[in-house]
């Protein structure tokens, strides 16, 4: 990964300029890589081919400035994730607030980003008092709720998600106020009154498992071959793709949104995540890469489909943990905002390179231990580091964190490097102690190196660690987070390796 790259990201950002042109240029007398141009983003990737890459966010989150720096440069539009929705823009029938969707516009144009609204008419997050109406001022309070927020942001917004989740599991209409006012005919009223509000927007209708082939796309298909043919102004069906990797992957996603395509319409992937149970694991990660993969093949493979919005690219503000408790790592940043293994592999679907040379994906742990007592009062992990990539790694960009708890006792540590193939003189180590300690995990032993390259297949070979606490009392190691009992080398995904400062291997505690 180039520093150039990191910086755009505004994790290099307190480094000064002198300072980063010093590492580049040793880096280029090291044969290291040649300073590049900064890779393409995400968005970049994506418009090279005629697509844009989105992320919802939020208004609090706006004020992360790294959160919002990744936001502005990596993404080409974003959606609101609840500031337009009706609870948020009418929550007392006619005292219309926009301070919020404003805030979400604003940041857009500040950073040439496109606007898909979400959402005008939807039966959750819905004040109380539209239901509270009698049937017969439902009609008027959507319409004018259309006419009001639509016409806001109008030139504001290329695409407004009008109806939002119309549709039962088994293809059939949801209930709601709308539907038991108007019957389904509601749909064509507020498309017809987003139109008039804004005619320049592109209007959807959007829902979830609706992505693959099946009854309720079944239902979705029906409801919009007839509004195409009855001359309904609609331009475009958006799919959540709200993901999990327990579910599979939707059938004939692909075909699925050819089919709409094939109607005339544009199509978009709205809402993308890949959620998964908690804790994650390497084999479920692979499965959530392939997902994504597909996805964004599916999109590239039709050629009306606009482009992929994922609902909001970190797991820092994922609203996957609140939504479905005990299931999470949904997204394509870690909650450090580190891009994740399966932002590389996102990239490489788009056509671009996994990120940078030697970037995530490219090494692995394999750890045993010398040491089978958990009692005593030292820690011996011995570790392998393999390049699993094709190209070289440049160790001095590589640190490994062993996760272990220190229990009462003396605060500081001694750490020891006892045998390596590499030269106990090129690995350095240190305990770093958590800021966030986690049972099992209040500390790490941080190693790295000052120098060396592991070409493509290559394993370091022992790395003999061996740590103690200054006052040597004993540790009680059964519940350390990265500790395992094989005495030959296994993968261990509880050891994580950066490489670049973006993890590259394994699951933090
Ligand atoms: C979610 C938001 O992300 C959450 O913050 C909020 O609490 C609930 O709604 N389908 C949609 C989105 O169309 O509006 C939802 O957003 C996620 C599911």
Redesign the pocket.
């Known amino acids: 990964m180039s520093l150039a790259k990191r910086s755009r990201h505004g994790r290099t950002a307190g480094i000064p300029a002198l300072l980063l042109a010093v590492l580049a240029v040793t880096t280029a007398l090291a044969g290291g890589p040649a300073q590049a141009a900064e890779p393409l983003t995400l968005h970049e990737l994506a418009a090279a081919q005629g697509k844009y890459v989105g992320s919802?966010t939020?208004n609090p989150e706006l004020s992360d400035a790294p959160y919002a720096a990744i936001l502005g440069s990596e993404f080409g539009r974003i959606t609101p994730?609840?500031s337009m929705?009706w609870d948020a823009t009418e929550p007392q029938q006619g005292r219309f607030t926009f301070e919020r969707g404003d805030a979400i516009t604003d940041f857009a144009r500040a950073h040439g980003q496109g606007v898909r609204g979400?959402?005008l008419v939807?039966h959750?997050?819905l004040p109380g008092w539209v239901a509270a109406l009698p049937p017969e001022q439902v009609e008027s309070a959507m319409t004018n709720h259309i006419a009001q927020v639509a016409g806001h942001y109008r030139g504001a917004v290329e695409a407004w998600?009008v109806v939002?989740?119309p549709f039962n599991e088994d293809g059939t209409f949801r209930a709601g106020p709308f539907l038991d006012a108007m019957g389904s005919d509601y749909i064509a009223t507020a498309l017809r009154a987003a139109h008039a509000a804004d005619p320049d927007a592109d209007l959807y209708i959007?829902d979830?498992n609706t992505d693959g082939l099946g009854a309720k796309s079944d239902g979705m298909y029906r409801l919009v071959s007839e509004l195409v043919a009855e001359g309904v102004p609609i331009d475009g069906v958006g799919f959540?793709s709200?993901l999990a990797v327990q579910y599979g992957f939707p059938e004939g996603m692909r075909q699925n949104l050819q089919r709409f395509a094939d109607l005339g319409l544009d199509v978009a992937v709205t809402?993308l995540d890949v959620r998964m149970q908690l804790p994650a694991d390497p084999a479920k990660l692979a499965t959530q890469a392939g997902y994504y993969q597909r996805v964004f093949e599916a999109c590239l493979a039709v050629t009306r489909c606009e482009g992929v919005t994922v609902?909001?690219y970190t797991d820092k503000y994922s609203?996957v943990p609140?939504?479905f408790p005990g299931q999470g790592a949904a997204t394509l940043y870690d909650e450090n905002l580190l891009p994740k293994p399966v932002y590389g592999t996102v990239r490489t679907a788009l056509g671009g390179d996994d990120g940078g040379g030697g970037g995530p994906g490219t090494l692995k742990a394999q750890y045993r231990t010398q040491d089978q007592a958990t009692g005593d009062n030292q820690i011996k992990p011995v570790l392998n580091l393999v390049n699993t990539g094709d190209t070289p790694v440049d160790l001095s960009t590589v640190t490994v964190r062993y996760w272990f708890s220190g229990e009462a006792g003396a605060a500081s540590y001694t750490t020891w490097c006892d045998w390596s193939p590499l030269g106990c003189g090129t690995v350095t180590h240190r305990v770093v102690a958590a800021d966030t300690p986690k049972a099992g995990a209040d500390h790490h032993l941080d190693v790295g190196f000052t120098g060396g390259t592991l070409a493509p297949g290559a394993a370091t070979g022992d790395i003999q660690l061996r740590l103690n606490k200054t006052d040597w009392s004993n540790f009680d190691e059964a519940d350390d987070y990265s500790r395992g009992t094989g005495t030959s080398y296994t993968d261990a995904p509880k050891i994580a390796v950066h490489i670049g400062g973006a993890l590259a291997w394994g699951i933090e505690p």
Request: negative net charge.
């Open positions: 919802a939020d994730g609840n929705k979400h959402t939807w959750s997050q998600d939002n989740e959007n979830y959540q709200h809402e609902w909001d609203w609140g939504a």
